[in-house]
């Protein structure tokens, strides 16, 4: 297989974004005159990381990015020290990130890391329950403090307070200091987001590793099948949508709720009838926590929350109050899902030849359905609940940037790194201390202009799925599971990168996610606000999906993803509804169109453009 | 027993005597007859008794066979054509069994008996709704206790025979294989006295096959026991088991019965009754027709269904043949023509998966360092 050279790509500077580089960490830059880290960056595996950036990383955004790095690695390597792997190095070309696992190469050391390793990751196993009971103490405690944190506005003059209560500080000390709380707040959750991820995915690897010993031709569906069927978190934003869908008919004001598309529409209709303020009530209890729910990954400050835009969850409340009206079952089918689960399980488990095997079986299939509520559930606490709340904090900043005159509107805040802003309140706090004009007055409005025009030109750019030389082995299980790098998918990702031409594209390959095959009309969706168009008996076609989107799920027949592996959100709830899946497809939101008939098959991952 | 039911042979069990029937409808067998009927009709017994579809037949059984070489009174003459042969001598073992194949052929059976198969051949006619109903003759053997699965491949099997004088023939000629040459030196090299070995025959109507192959309950290449791999083609199974052509190919979960894999060869010839000269013969699968699955999912899902019924109630992994017939519905056309024990893989010793490790953990940090290949 033979990915492009990293500095070749790099090389091709798209006209009129020279000098894109200072948007980004300078250590993320592939480098041409350091020939030690050349080298290295030419002889390394770098995989484009599509499944959290289907999108050019705005440059605030890249907090993530650094976090996750920071994170992951420091856990892999200095706290856990996972024997054959160090962390997950990152570089940047053109706003995407690409990412390669580092490999400890010495055999000895590998030897040497292998007792710390057994001691402190099987002390983790051993106590999962506990830990996981206080990290879910420390993960609130986090969200509450964001959630309590001001962002305050510089006064004209101080409070009268400020010199009775002898404060001795300023609004300005705690804009500089709150500011620098709320990213650190950022980080700490990303240190906790970290602190089980890794060791859950080591667990299903090895599950799945070990079953694929046993039966080499056992679908991972089937796999990740027997570790189904567990309730977790992460779904119960979905629940609340039903909850309210079924409290909605049982009220009868469902006619009302399904009369409009806007949310405003709809509360004005119900506020002041009698049932319409009850159903609202519940409808208000509901948004805390469980709409601080983004509607992508979470990922991206352009992920709105369900909070941030009520016709999202309204619109999920609608499908659902249409399916009770059709007289069809709308809870998730976890009965059903837990009684094939368990046939499945022992059926593949009468298979094994011998007891050594079976208790090996056992053991692993325990520690795998261990892991899995954390596996799921950190996303609810990281990705949905904090960055909800931390993106509407970072706009209040940005509104005193705004009301400043450094910034035009509160979206362009995410032009500027997390260093540029802080820089950027200094001069807006000296100045006002001072009493003259901020200098970024002048600089900031033309440089975001700029980059505004360098984002819109990446976004035209198709990164390289993969880039360098690929390794024989891969020893990290997060890069296994969570983006399904395998052989089969860097091949499928080649044979689509050498087609110059998508139109001329008829079948893309995936993982096969969940089985069955279909036939129907395509809908592509690049954003929660597209799967509103989602039409009854369509095959949804998306970048990713995320738990948000659970209603579009309702509606669907197939779904068929850019990325992602066999435990991704898009294949679990596949799973669980019995509809056909085809995840990781590379390049599937290029080539298909919405309109396009296709037939998707989720036993061999093909998915064919029919007409 | 197991792999030894492939062995073409039966020494004559030592209870059975006069009164033992000369022929027995298949759903009258089950396993416990392997003695009188054989391995194949036994099992196809066995089969019907299960609740699997099999094309309905009868066995001539070994006491058929018995009483047939006592009237045809060529047993000493059989007999001296054997003295002194070598097991090594090919020569003259051939030449003594085209005579004793000769011997054979010819004698007439006796009206009793042939009366006894003509009336079972009629049965069957009726029960098929056809007159003289085309049928598949072939040898049905059993050898408990010789040792070894070499006679693989090695019955005669005749297609499309139709009538009562051409079944009788054929009937005649499964006796006779019992002194292929490979058959008398085996018998030779492993000491089993000749006048203690019989045959039985099973005549079965014959599926009309519009595609048939064979399918096993395992892997074949990996030994995987999750799945079942169908290999297919259009017409009658011969294609497929001799290797004629590259059949298409379909592994099944065995668990969900979902298609997992498969792989449509191109295929060239096949095998399909001449209705005019009332035999099976090979032809050209037309051209349009040769890259086209042969079997229709609903099909690969159903036979995936029988062979997981038929290993669950032999508690193996098995070796299936069969066939789906075009002159009968969708719904009742999957016919299991044939399942034995599967024995490569059977008879190995697979070590086990895991390395020894206790724990869960003690799995994952020996697989940590092992990591996962790309390629």
Same mark, same amino acid.
């Given at each position: ?7 070749? %790509?790099k ?6 974004t020279?000098?894109?580089e200072?948007?980004?960490?300078y ?14 960056e030419k ?7 599509g ?6 990383l705005?440059?605030f955004d ?8 920071l ?6 390597n200095?706290?856990?020290?996972v024997?054959? %792997? ?9 706003g995407?990130v690409?990412?390669s696992?580092?490999? *400890? ?8 890391r ?13 106590n !999962?329950?506990e830990l ?7 993960m ?9 944190l001001p962002?305050p ?11 009775? +209560?002898?404060?001795?500080?300023s609004?300005?000390y705690h ?13 700490r ?21 070990f ?7 056992i ?6 099948q027997m ?10 934003? +979905? ?8 409290k ?14 806007? !949310? ?6 119900l ?8 159903w ?8 805390y926590p ?6 992508g990954t ?6 709105r ?12 409340i ?10 069809q ?7 059903? *899902?837990?009684?094939?689960? +368990?046939?499945?399980?022992?059926e ?5 030849d ?5 208790k ?10 261990? &892991?899995?509520?954390? &596996?799921e559930?950190h ?11 931390? !993106? ?10 705004q009301?400043h005159?450094?910034i035009?509107e ?6 500027l790194?997390?260093?540029e802003?802080?820089q950027?309140?200094?001069?807006i ?14 600089t900031?409005?033309a ?5 505004k025009?360098?984002m ?18 891969i ?6 599971v969570?983006?399904?790098?395998t ?10 990168q050498? %087609? ?10 995936g993982f096969?996610?969940s ?5 129907g009309?395509?809908? &592509? ?5 597209e ?9 949804l %076609?998306?970048?990713t ?18 990325v ?7 294949a679990? &709830? ?9 995840v990781?497809?590379?390049?599937s ?5 919405t ?17 | 027993?197991?792999?030894?039911l492939?062995?073409e042979?039966?020494?004559l ?9 000369k022929v027995?409808?298949?759903?009258d067998? $089950? ?20 609740g ?13 066979y018995a ?24 020569d003259?073992l051939?030449a003594?069994?085209?005579e004793?194949?000769?011997?054979i052929?010819s ?6 008996l ?16 056809l007159?003289?109903?085309p ?7 059993t050898?408990?206790d ?6 693989a491949?090695q ?5 499309w ?14 006796f ?8 008398? @030196?085996?018998?030779i ?12 025959v ?5 599926a009309?096959?519009?595609?048939a192959g064979?399918m ?10 999750s799945?079942i ?19 298409d190919?379909f592994?099944? $979960? ?8 498969r ?24 051209a ?5 699955q ?11 269904w029988?062979?997981k ?12 043949? /069969?066939?789906?017939?075009? $002159?009968?519905p969708?719904?009742g056309?999957v016919?299991v023509?044939? @399942?034995?024990?599967?024995?490569? /893989?059977? $008879?190995?010793q ?6 020894g490790?206790?724990?869960a ?9 092992v990591g996962k290949r790309?390629?």
């Amino acid at each position: 297989m033979k990915f492009p050279v990293p500095h070749d %790509v790099k090389g091709k500077t798209i006209p009129g974004t020279e000098g894109w580089e200072l948007m980004y960490p300078y250590h993320y830059q592939f480098v041409t005159d350091d020939p030690e880290r050349n080298q290295y960056e030419k002889d390394t595996f770098w995989f484009y990381d599509g499944l959290h950036y289907p999108e050019p990383l705005y440059p605030f955004d890249t907090i993530w990015d650094e976090a996750w790095y920071l994170a992951l690695s420091q856990f892999n390597n200095r706290i856990f020290q996972v024997p054959p %792997v160090r962390g997950v190095d990152h570089r940047i070309i053109n706003g995407y990130v690409y990412i390669s696992p580092v490999p *400890v190469k010495n055999p000895d050391e590998i030897g040497q890391r292998v007792p710390n390793f057994m001691e402190r990751a099987g002390y983790y196993y051993k106590n !999962w329950d506990e830990l996981e009971a206080k990290w879910k103490t420390k993960m609130e405690g986090t969200i509450a403090e964001l959630e309590a944190l001001p962002i305050p506005r510089l006064p004209e003059v101080e409070d009268l307070k400020v010199v009775t +209560d002898g404060v001795g500080e300023s609004t300005a000390y705690h804009l500089i200091k709150n500011y620098d709380d709320l990213i650190n707040l950022g980080i700490r959750c990303w240190q906790y987001h970290f602190e089980f991820l890794n060791l859950g995915y080591a667990a299903y690897v090895f599950f799945m590793d070990f079953t694929q010993k046993l039966f080499p031709s056992i679908p991972l569906q089937r796999v990740t099948q027997m570790i189904s069927g567990i309730d977790v978190i992460m779904y119960k934003s +979905d629940d609340e949508l039903k909850a309210l869908a079924k409290k909605a008919v049982a009220l009868e004001v469902d006619d009302v709720v399904t009369a409009h598309r806007e !949310w405003a529409d709809v509360k004005a209709a119900l506020a002041g009838q009698r049932h319409g303020d009850e159903w609202l009530a519940a409808f208000e209890k509901a948004r805390y926590p469980w709409f601080n729910i983004s509607s992508g990954t979470g990922w991206f400050h352009t992920d709105r929350s369900w909070n941030d835009n009520l016709n999202l969850p309204l619109d999920g409340i609608q499908t659902y109050i249409q399916k009770l009206r059709d007289g069809q079952e709308i809870d998730r089918p976890m009965e059903a *899902v837990r009684a094939e689960r +368990d046939r499945v399980t022992a059926e593949y488990r009468d298979l094994i030849d011998n007891d050594q095997d079976r208790k090996q079986f056992d053991e692993l299939l325990g520690c795998a359905r261990t &892991v899995f509520p954390y &596996v799921e559930n950190h996303l609810f606490y990281v990705e949905h609940w904090f960055h909800s709340v931390f !993106w509407n904090k970072m706009r209040e900043v940005a509104a005193i940037m705004q009301e400043h005159g450094l910034i035009a509107e509160i979206e362009d805040i995410w032009y500027l790194r997390r260093d540029e802003i802080k820089q950027a309140l200094w001069d807006i706090v000296t100045a006002w201390a001072t009493g003259v004009t901020p200098r970024g007055t002048k600089t900031w409005p033309a440089e975001i202009e700029w980059r505004k025009g360098v984002m819109q030109k990446f976004r035209e750019w198709a990164p390289p799925p993969a880039i360098g030389i690929a390794p024989e082995v891969i020893q990290e299980p997060f890069t296994i599971v969570l983006w399904g790098v395998t052989n089969s998918s860097l091949s499928a990702w080649a044979s689509v990168q050498e %087609v110059a031409d998508p139109d001329s594209i008829t079948e893309l390959k995936g993982f096969p996610a969940s089985p069955g095959t279909v036939e129907g009309r395509a809908r &592509v969706c690049r954003s929660a606000e597209e799967i509103r168009d989602l039409q009854e008996g369509e095959i949804l %076609v998306a970048p990713t999906t995320s738990p948000s989107w659970a209603p579009a799920f309702a509606k669907i027949k197939a779904c068929i993803t850019d990325v992602g592996g066999v435990m991704s959100h898009a294949a679990i &709830v596949c799973r669980e509804y019995g509809m056909p899946a085809v995840v990781g497809t590379g390049h599937s939101t290029r080539v298909i169109k919405t309109g396009m008939t296709l037939r998707v098959d989720g036993s061999t991952g093909l998915v064919t453009i029919v007409q | 027993m197991g792999s030894a039911l492939m062995a073409e042979e039966v020494r004559l069990a030592p209870g059975l005597d006069s009164r033992a029937p000369k022929v027995c409808f298949f759903e009258d067998c $089950n396993k416990d007859s392997v003695p009188l009927v054989g391995g194949k009709c036994s099992s196809l017994g066995e089969l019907i008794n299960t609740g699997v579809r099999v094309p309905p037949g009868f066995a001539v059984t070994t006491a058929g066979y018995a009483q047939f070489m006592r009237e045809a009174g060529i047993q000493d003459e059989v007999h001296a054509l054997l003295q002194g042969l070598d097991h090594d001598d090919m020569d003259r073992l051939e030449a003594a069994s085209r005579e004793i194949r000769e011997m054979i052929e010819s004698r007439p059976i006796s009206i009793e008996l042939e009366d006894l198969i003509a009336e079972a051949y009629r049965k069957l006619s009726v029960r098929c709704y056809l007159p003289a109903v085309p049928v598949a003759v072939r040898s049905s053997a059993t050898a408990e206790d010789l040792p070894g699965a070499s006679f693989a491949g090695q019955q005669d099997t005749y297609l499309w025979i139709r009538g009562i004088d051409d079944v009788i023939h054929h009937i005649r000629r499964c006796f006779s294989s019992l002194y292929t040459a490979r058959a008398i @030196a085996y018998r030779i090299r492993m000491g089993f006295p000749h006048e203690q070995v019989a045959i039985s025959v099973g005549v079965q109507k014959m599926a009309n096959a519009y595609t048939a192959g064979v399918m096993f309950t395992l892997h074949p290449s990996t030994g995987d026991r999750s799945v079942i791999v169908i290999d297919s083609n259009f017409g009658f199974g011969e294609s497929v088991v001799s290797g004629e052509v590259t059949p298409d190919n379909f592994v099944v $979960n065995k668990v969900t019965l979902d298609i997992i894999e498969r792989t449509i060869s191109t295929k060239e010839i096949c095998y399909t009754a001449d209705l005019k000269l009332q035999r099976s013969v090979a032809m050209e699968v037309p051209a349009e027709r040769q890259n086209i699955q042969s079997l229709i999912d609903d099909e690969i899902t159903e036979l995936a269904w029988m062979a997981k019924k038929i290993e669950k109630h032999y508690g193996r992994p098995m070796d299936i043949e /069969w066939a789906i017939d075009k $002159n009968l519905p969708v719904g009742g056309n999957v016919f299991v023509l044939q @399942a034995r024990p599967e024995t490569i /893989w059977s $008879n190995k010793q697979k070590a086990p998966a895991t390395t020894g490790a206790t724990s869960a953990m003690d799995y994952i940090v020996s697989n940590l360092l092992v990591g996962k290949r790309l390629s």
